[in-house]
């Protein structure tokens, strides 16, 4: 699959042989934002996407944005805007979304090690804590007592299963995520005996799934452990946060989740909800399947070598900017993301080039001998399936380049 027939690239239209982002051609977007490399976000793709979402999903299910994928200002103000609730994973990041004007009762905060101040901050804001140890709920208990105001709690649980064929495994076996399937009923008793407000659950067990049937099952089994776990709790089970994990196509041959069938399935696990569970909101929760397809990282060459019969176009961004692309974020075996020299769409005359950064690592690689549009210094890279996990989870610093900006047209 040529990255041009690439599915993501399908969303961002051709003009003039030029990708447009938000109806703006790529080099008039590269003059207005003043700089190349930059980020570059699709407002009407995030809308299209929820609206889609919407669409396919039981109305009864509340959707969240993890915004670590994206923590922008200005698309988590958009986000506020569109879904029902957001996660948060750090102090800094309930503040954006408290500035985004997301109501601190849909506004849940998750991940391992909360410090003492951000528990505090998240008690003082009334926002619902997923707790991932011992620890923090005892440590949530004082604070409460200090504060006025009992700490809203859920449990996050460590299930006894993962999802299967997972990007990312979150949960099952050892981990550091969440408290231990078998450990639950004692910390339910601790969140009773301290008088926090207990809420709910919250069962995440893996990210960038593309097969319907994997999160499906995911979704039965952490539901039925909810409901197992139910007959501890010191109150009734008001949220059920069942993750998320809908992935997206980012390597040739990959195929888009099948939303329908996800979402034909949530309508069953909606009723086997309303049963056993009467007082139950069920969330999931997305990051990358909300934000990753509506955003572009785009750099401009340099330099065109060519080594012993092989091309390389140097650029003014990679791995610093944008290590996912790298093949350095997780990825166990390097594959190209969709790539494209984006002012020279339907270019006749092709070239298999790599495209590499200016850093002095042999990482630094954007591109892997793909088949491109025949392209000379000054030509405008684009990377595609670039809205999550980019700016914030790159190490900018590394070699002191200048870092890229973003952008939300
Ligand atoms: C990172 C994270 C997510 C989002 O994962 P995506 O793959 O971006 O959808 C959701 N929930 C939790 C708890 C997370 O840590």
Not at 252 to 264: F, H, I, M, N, S
């Given at each position: 699959m040529s990255a041009a027939r690439h599915p993501a690239a399908q969303a961002f239209p051709i003009v003039g042989g030029e990708v447009t982002v938000g109806g703006i051609g790529l080099s008039t977007l590269a003059v207005r934002v003043g700089q190349t490399p930059f980020y570059a976000y699709d407002r009407q793709l995030l809308?299209?996407?929820?609206?889609?979402?919407?669409?396919?999903?039981?109305?009864?299910?509340?959707?969240?944005?993890?915004?670590?994928?994206?923590?922008?200002?200005?698309?988590?103000?958009?986000?506020?805007?569109?879904?029902?609730?957001?996660?948060?994973?750090?102090?800094?990041?309930?503040?954006?979304?408290?500035?985004?004007?997301m109501d601190p009762h849909e506004i849940s905060f998750a991940g391992p090690g909360k410090s003492e101040v951000e528990l505090a901050q998240g008690v003082a804001a009334?926002?619902?804590f997923n707790a991932e140890s011992m620890r923090e709920i005892r440590a949530l208990a004082p604070i409460s007592q200090r504060l006025g105001r009992p700490a809203r709690v859920a449990v996050?649980?460590?299930?006894?299963?993962?999802?299967?064929?997972?990007?990312?495994?979150?949960?099952?076996?050892?981990?550091?995520?969440?408290?231990?399937?078998?450990?639950?009923?004692?910390?339910?008793?601790?969140?009773?005996?301290?008088g926090l407000q207990f809420e709910g659950f919250h069962i995440f067990s893996g990210s960038q799934n593309l097969r319907p049937e994997a999160i499906c099952e995911a979704q039965v089994k952490a539901l039925q452990l909810a409901i197992d776990l139910s007959r501890h709790a010191p109150g009734p089970v008001r949220t059920v946060n069942l993750g998320g994990g809908f992935g997206i196509p980012y390597f040739?041959?990959?195929?888009?989740?099948?939303?329908?069938?996800?979402?034909?399935?949530l309508a069953g696990?909606?009723?086997?909800?309303?049963?056993?569970?009467?007082?139950?909101?069920?969330?999931?929760?997305?990051?990358?399947?909300?934000?990753?397809?509506?955003?572009?990282?785009?750099?401009?060459?340099?330099?065109?070598?060519?080594?012993?019969?092989?091309?390389?176009?140097?650029?003014?961004?990679?791995?610093?900017?944008?290590?996912?692309?790298?093949?350095?974020?997780?990825?166990?075996?390097?594959?190209?993301?969709?790539?494209?020299?984006?002012?020279?769409?339907?270019?006749?005359?092709?070239e298999k080039a790599s495209v590499v950064g200016p850093l002095c690592t042999p990482l630094d690689l954007l591109a892997d001998r793909m088949e491109l549009a025949e392209a000379s210094p000054g030509d405008l890279v684009?990377?595609?399936?670039?809205?999550?996990?980019?700016?914030?989870?790159?190490?900018?610093?590394?070699?002191?380049?200048?870092?890229?900006?973003?952008?939300?047209?």
């Open positions: 809308k299209a996407r929820v609206a889609q979402l919407r669409s396919v999903l039981p109305k009864s299910i509340s959707l969240h944005y993890a915004m670590k994928a994206n923590p922008m200002p200005a698309v988590v103000g958009e986000f506020a805007r569109l879904v029902d609730g957001i996660d948060v994973a750090s102090g800094a990041e309930m503040r954006v979304a408290l500035d985004a004007g009334g926002i619902l996050r649980v460590n299930p006894g299963f993962e999802l299967k064929l997972s990007g990312m495994k979150m949960g099952g076996g050892p981990k550091q995520f969440g408290i231990d399937e078998e450990v639950v009923p004692e910390a339910l008793a601790e969140i009773g005996r301290l040739p041959g990959e195929k888009r989740l099948d939303l329908a069938a996800v979402g034909e399935h696990i909606v009723q086997a909800a309303k049963t056993d569970l009467p007082d139950v909101h069920l969330v999931i929760e997305l990051g990358r399947y909300l934000v990753g397809e509506a955003g572009v990282y785009v750099c401009r060459i340099l330099d065109k070598k060519v080594s012993r019969g092989e091309v390389f176009l140097v650029v003014d961004g990679g791995l610093h900017h944008h290590l996912a692309a790298s093949g350095n974020f997780g990825q166990v075996i390097r594959k190209n993301y969709p790539v494209v020299v984006g002012n020279r769409m339907g270019a006749s005359r092709l684009v990377v595609f399936q670039s809205g999550a996990y980019g700016q914030t989870a790159s190490p900018h610093a590394f070699l002191s380049h200048p870092s890229a900006v973003e952008v939300f047209v």
